[in-house]
């Protein structure tokens, strides 16, 4: 699809020990880097010291560490971090393996004691701590304005994203050893990120600083206040949609059109990852998640039939491998393999201009004007159309009431934005408003007493202990303020 992508930071994360400063930055500084125009590296890939990072020269390294380190919350871990949970906890995938961690997810369980739950909050939350001290040290190291400084800005745009898939994602909010709080308030210091990265931004702009860590990540500031106008959207949606006072649909709607339809801003992991999220998505050894069992089976198009018989939407396409079925791990649910990515380099979207077009469209919703709603997602759909063939064009959809666009709404983000961990955020604010009852999807999780699959029962999306990650045990017992 020709789409504007306003960043695509290529790296491998690496794992580093949380709340030890000196790993992020010197960690990637001595692992390969895959970025154009600059090669980094020490003669000792071990950690560097931290007196050593006291030079404006360690900058291009801890800008990457931060976003190494965010990548690794959203991809590592656990199974294939926040994402791969998410997928799990969600009507996206259906458990067709035997991994604990996982199919616990699917089953609707919410364990804080799993291995995979203590890797799952570990690197999310070390994402976020990094990139909070990464503005420190970089504001004392710098030789530019720091509140102009284009390095600066990249660090308050990634750590809004840091915040922002916390809340998305777990029950609770911890930060920094601090006291138990409602998991909103990620979402509130996201926002803060984000409008302190459009400022610093725009004031180097303003200053003719237009480049951030130059030969590194190479962040343009023009689609950086961009991107940050779309992802501040992101979380005064879930903040107005949470009903949190102080916060407004009408708020979200005017950062999303800042944002044009086009733009999509995205960081992808490049060939020689070692991260566990790639082979999850594409490896045929890795049959613990299965399209089959999701709503998203019958509202996408299957990859093996031959082309001319496919039907349904292009934008979810998964693979059933036709005449030669697989079964999965746990050898007796179908293994149906997402084909939405093929590659460890494959993108990792943080912002999309279509999804801003949705939020307009559920702030119309919001606000009763349900025809409005639908606007929105046929611009979405037109916009797909333009470069989609003749025989997967998208047609147009119509409501007969406030009821039918709120379910194709919640279907068009579903599918939209599918496996880019946005649709436990999507449920999770539903359940408040317009409420759960109005959510229609179904999804397999338990098996039933027999040893055909096709038996399993259809429940709610909704049948779960917990529509949400829980914070770690290891979190909670080493934490004395947690209450």
């Given at each position: 699809?020709n ?8 790296l491998?994360?690496?794992r ?5 400063w ?13 970025v154009?125009g ?6 000792n890939?071990?950690q560097?010291a931290?007196?050593d990072?006291?030079?404006p020269?360690?900058i291009?390294?801890?800008v ?14 656990g ?13 996206e995938?259906?458990?067709s ?11 609707g369980?919410?364990r ?19 990139a909070n001290?990464?503005?420190?040290r ?7 304005n ?10 308050h ?18 930060r ?10 990620y979402f509130?210091e996201?926002e803060e990120?984000?409008t ?8 180097a ?6 480049v951030?860590?130059?030969g ?5 500031m023009?689609?950086?206040v ?9 979380a ?9 006072a102080g916060?407004?649909w009408?708020?979200?709607v ?10 999509v801003?995205s960081a ?6 070692s991260?566990?999220?790639p082979?999850?998505g594409?490896s ?8 089959w069992?999701t709503p ?15 039907t ?7 693979e ?7 079964t ?10 997402q ?5 460890s ?5 943080n ?9 307009e469209?559920?702030a119309?919703l ?7 709603a ?6 979405v759909r ?11 064009q998208?047609p147009m959809?119509d409501a007969?009431?406030a009821?039918?666009?709120?379910h194709?709404l919640?279907r068009e983000r ?11 955020p999507d449920l999770?604010?539903?359940e408040?408003?317009p409420?759960?009852e109005?959510?229609?999807f ?9 040893p055909?699959?096709?038996e399993?029962p259809?429940?709610?999306?909704y049948a779960?202990e917990?529509m ?9 017992l080493s ?5």
């Amino acid at each position: 699809m020709n789409e504007f992508h306003g960043s695509a930071v290529r790296l491998r994360p690496l794992r580093t020990r949380l709340r030890r400063w000196a790993a992020p930055g010197a960690l990637l500084v001595a692992g390969a880097i895959g970025v154009s125009g600059c090669e980094l590296s020490v003669v000792n890939p071990g950690q560097i010291a931290d007196a050593d990072l006291e030079n404006p020269v360690a900058i291009p390294g801890i800008v990457l560490g931060v976003i190494g380190d965010y990548l690794t919350g959203l991809a590592s871990g656990g199974g294939g971090g926040t994402l791969v949970a998410s997928a799990m906890l969600t009507d996206e995938m259906s458990n067709s393996g035997s991994w604990v961690g996982l199919l616990g997810l699917n089953y609707g369980q919410n364990r804080d004691d799993w291995a995979e739950s203590n890797l799952r909050w570990a690197y999310p939350a070390q994402a976020r701590w990094t990139a909070n001290r990464a503005i420190e040290r970089v504001s004392s190291l710098t030789t530019r304005n720091p509140a102009a400084d284009p390095n600066i800005a990249l660090l308050h745009l990634y750590g809004g994203f840091a915040n922002r898939v916390l809340g998305d994602t777990f029950c609770d909010a911890v930060r920094d050893g601090g006291p138990r709080e409602p998991y909103h308030v990620y979402f509130i210091e996201a926002e803060e990120h984000f409008t302190r990265a459009i400022a610093v931004a725009e004031a180097a702009l303003a200053a003719g600083d237009s480049v951030s860590a130059r030969g590194v990540a190479q962040e343009r500031m023009d689609n950086l206040v961009i991107a940050a106008y779309g992802g501040r959207a992101q979380a005064r949606m879930m903040l107005a949609g949470l009903g949190i006072a102080g916060y407004t649909w009408q708020m979200a709607v005017q950062d999303a059109e800042r944002v044009p339809t086009e733009f999509v801003h995205s960081a992808t992991f490049t060939n020689n990852s070692s991260n566990p999220w790639p082979s999850w998505g594409f490896s045929l050894t890795a049959t613990e998640a299965t399209v089959w069992g999701t709503p998203f089976r019958e509202w996408g198009q299957d990859f093996s039939a031959p082309v001319a018989q496919r039907t349904g939407d292009a934008r979810v396409v998964y693979e059933s491998f036709g005449s030669s079925p697989r079964t999965g791990r746990d050898n007796r649910r179908p293994f149906m393999r997402q084909r939405k990515y093929t590659s460890s380099s494959s993108n990792l979207p943080n912002i999309r201009g279509t999804e801003m077009r949705l939020i307009e469209g559920e702030a119309a919703l919001a606000a009763g004007n349900w025809p409005g709603a639908v606007q929105k997602i046929n611009d979405v759909r037109d916009f797909r159309n333009e470069f989609f063939t003749a025989a997967n064009q998208l047609p147009m959809v119509d409501a007969g009431d406030a009821t039918e666009a709120w379910h194709l709404l919640m279907r068009e983000r579903g599918i939209e934005m599918w496996l880019e961990g946005r649709r436990l955020p999507d449920l999770r604010r539903w359940e408040v408003s317009p409420g759960r009852e109005m959510v229609p999807f179904q999804v397999i999780r338990r098996p039933a007493d027999t040893p055909n699959p096709e038996e399993d029962p259809f429940v709610s999306v909704y049948a779960v202990e917990a529509m949400c990650i829980a914070v770690s045990r290891n979190e909670k017992l080493s934490n004395p303020n947690w209450r």
